[in-house]
C-alpha cells in the first residue's frame, strides 16, 4: 500500500500536523500527571496514553455504567480526575493512581430538576466549587462547594438566555467565565460563577467539547464537524474541520498540542503544532 502523506491544519495563525491512535469507544480525555487519561464506553473503561500515543495501562472502573465526561481538577499536575458516569447518574473523583476516592450520586434515584439525571460534564471553579453539566435528563447546572455540598443549581430547558437544551460540556475560561456548551442551542453560552447569564457564542452545529489553549483561546468542536477558536471577546480567531463524526472530548497539552476525543470513528487525535 502507498503511504499516504501527513495531514495539517491550520486553526488561526498556528499550523498543526495531524496524527490518529484509533481506540475503540472513546468519550472524553484529560491530561494529569503527566500522561494523557482516556475515558472509554467500554471495559477497560481507562486508558492512559503517553503524549506520543504511546498505550501505557489501562483500568476498569468496576461500578460505572456510561462514562461521558473526563476533568483533571486542581490543574494537571495535582492528578485528580472527575469522571462523569452519564448512566450511572454520578461522577467519580479519581485520585492519581486512578481509583475512585469519592461520589457525588443520587443514591440511584434520577430526578427531573436535581442532581443528577444523566449528567455529561464537570469544571472546578477557581474557588474550588464544583459545577456539572446535568445535561440529558435535566438542562441544568448543579454547583457544588468544596466539601461537595449541593449549594445550587440554575437554568431550565428551553432557548432563551440562561436556559439550556442538553449542557453538554463546561469549563472555567481566564476571565473566570463559566463557558457552557449549549449543544442543542447551538451556542455556548457564558455565566459569571453565581450563574448569572453574561452573553454567547453562536454560529455553531451542536458543539460539543470545550477546552483552552495556554494563551486563552477558547476552543469548541462542534457536529459539523470543526474545531472554532475564540478569543476573551468571543471573536472567532480560526477553525478546522476535525476528522470523525464528533470531536466529543477535548484537551490541550503545556506544549499546545490539541487532544480530540472522536468518535465514528473511534480513536484519539493529536493536533501538534508545527513551527513556522
Given amino acids: 500500500m502507498t503511504p499516504r502523506p501527513p495531514a495539517f491544519v491550520a486553526l488561526g495563525a498556528r499550523r498543526y500536523r495531524v496524527a490518529h491512535v484509533p481506540l475503540e469507544g472513546v468519550t472524553d480525555l484529560a491530561i494529569t500527571g503527566g500522561r494523557i487519561v482516556v475515558l472509554r464506553r467500554r471495559i477497560p473503561e481507562l486508558v492512559e496514553l503517553a503524549f506520543d500515543g504511546t498505550i501505557l495501562a489501562e483500568r476498569d472502573l468496576p461500578d460505572f455504567v456510561c462514562g461521558h465526561g473526563m476533568r483533571a481538577l486542581g490543574g494537571a499536575a495535582a492528578g485528580v480526575l472527575a469522571a462523569t458516569d452519564m448512566d450511572g447518574h454520578k461522577i467519580a473523583l479519581l485520585g492519581p493512581d486512578l481509583h475512585t476516592r469519592e461520589q457525588l450520586h443520587c443514591d440511584a434515584r434520577p430526578g427531573l430538576g436535581r442532581p443528577f439525571n444523566h449528567p455529561c460534564d464537570c469544571a472546578e ?152
Fill in 125 to 276: 471553579g477557581p474557588d474550588g466549587r464544583l459545577y456539572v453539566a446535568d445535561g440529558y435528563g435535566n438542562s441544568a447546572v448543579h454547583v457544588f462547594a468544596p466539601d461537595r455540598t449541593h449549594l445550587a443549581s440554575f437554568g431550565q430547558p428551553g432557548h432563551g438566555a440562561g436556559d439550556f437544551s442538553t449542557p453538554h460540556s463546561l469549563l472555567f475560561d481566564g476571565q473566570g467565565r463559566l463557558c457552557v456548551a449549549d449543544r442543542e442551542n447551538n451556542r455556548v453560552q457564558r455565566f459569571d460563577a453565581e450563574g448569572r447569564y453574561l452573553d454567547e457564542i453562536g454560529g455553531l452545529h451542536k458543539p460539543m467539547a470545550l477546552a483552552l489553549m495556554p494563551d486563552g483561546t477558547l476552543l469548541v468542536t462542534d457536529q459539523t464537524p470543526r474545531l472554532s477558536g475564540y478569543d476573551a471577546a468571543g471573536r472567532l480567531t480560526g477553525r478546522c474541520r476535525t476528522f470523525s463524526t464528533y470531536g466529543h472530548g477535548l484537551a490541550v497539552c503545556e506544549d499546545g498540542t490539541v487532544v480530540i476525543a472522536e468518535m465514528a470513528p473511534d480513536r484519539v487525535t493529536f493536533l501538534r503544532p508545527v513551527a513556522g
